[in-house]
């Protein structure tokens, strides 16, 4: 069975790249906290640090990119790449002397 593709919307992929990662990480805060309000896996809540939450975040966006990929939306999941890669640029100059510490 062929895939068939479409063009998708550059614009639609770059505002979901850009909202995803915010949303992961807020996630990921209100996981952590809620871990250390219940006292679930106190040592688990104190090694992540922002760096982590982040990260997750960024990693947050292979779900719609996987979504649209399998959907054949091609400038799509290209509008995803754009401030994906944007965030991880910042995110490594960001944090880029917490590597080696």
Same mark, same amino acid.
């Given at each position: @069975?062929?895939? &068939? *593709?479409?063009?998708?919307?550059?614009?639609?992929?770059?505002?979901?790249?850009?909202?995803?990662?915010?949303?992961?990480?807020?996630?990921?805060?209100?996981?952590?906290?809620? @871990? /250390?309000?219940?006292?679930?896996?106190? /040592?688990?809540?104190?090694?992540?640090?922002?760096?982590?939450?982040?990260?997750?975040?960024?990693?947050?966006?292979?779900?719609?990119?996987?979504?649209? @990929?399998?959907?054949?939306?091609?400038?799509?999941? &290209?509008?995803?790449?754009?401030?994906? @890669?944007?965030?991880?640029?910042?995110?490594?100059? *960001?944090? &880029?002397?917490?590597?080696?510490?």
């Amino acid at each position: @069975m062929k895939r &068939r *593709y479409s063009s998708g919307n550059l614009w639609k992929g770059v505002a979901i790249g850009s909202i995803v990662p915010v949303i992961g990480a807020i996630l990921g805060w209100a996981l952590i906290d809620f @871990m /250390a309000e219940w006292n679930w896996g106190r /040592a688990a809540t104190d090694t992540f640090s922002p760096r982590t939450i982040s990260l997750i975040g960024l990693i947050f966006n292979l779900i719609p990119f996987h979504f649209f @990929m399998n959907r054949g939306e091609i400038n799509t999941v &290209r509008g995803i790449l754009f401030p994906t @890669m944007i965030f991880a640029l910042a995110w490594f100059f *960001y944090f &880029r002397t917490t590597f080696f510490s």
